[in-house]
């Protein structure tokens, strides 16, 4: 007899019509998935099988969730794994980031977090339901979740005001 609840969580992307044209066929498609054996990371739907992977509970010391926002933009969103010293990393889009990279895209985030990420785009994250399947399957791992970290644009010319060379302001009467 199976339980009447089980606190696997389970996130799946949407399904969207190019999705036939990629390989992977009209299936559905794990975007994360935390159960007894650990943390499936699912790939990007156009790469799907090359860079899911799944990563034990005993390897991760934090399930690290944030956002990054920069100006007049909606918050890109991502889910991340900090894992235990000397554990490889899983495979992943991000697996060629350089440091310096990482501090570009989130620079309140350690980079080898960054690196083990995956964009929350096509599916959702519900705390309350990850943070019970942690909670059962591994109360030792934390769940970090992160404010909205707004991206301020760096170098010359970026910023409206007096040093900046123009503003549409200084045009009017």
């Known amino acids: ?25 009209w299936k559905r498609l794990v975007a994360f998935r935390a159960d007894e054996s650990g943390v499936t990371l699912g790939g990007p739907v156009t790469r799907y099988r090359r860079f899911t992977a799944v990563v034990p509970w005993r390897d991760i010391e934090a399930v690290v969730l944030w956002s990054t926002k920069k100006t007049m933009e909606r918050p890109i969103r991502r889910i991340g794994l900090k894992l235990r010293q000397g554990v490889p990393d899983p495979p992943g889009p991000n697996h060629g980031l350089t440091p310096q990279l990482s501090a570009g895209i989130a620079p309140h985030i350690e980079h080898e977090v960054v690196r083990n990420s995956r964009f929350i785009a096509l599916w959702k994250v519900d705390h309350a339901l990850l943070a019970t399947a942690m909670q059962a399957f591994a109360p030792q791992v934390q769940l970090r979740v992160h404010p909205v970290h707004k991206v301020v644009p760096q ?19």
Request: no cysteine; aromatic share 16%.
């Open 1 to 25: 007899m199976t339980a009447p609840y089980s606190p696997v969580y389970q996130a799946y992307y949407t399904r969207m019509p190019w999705q036939l044209f990629s390989g992977v066929g």
């Open 155 to 173: 170098g010359p010319g970026t910023r409206l005001g007096n040093d900046s060379g123009g503003s549409i302001f200084d045009i009017l009467p």
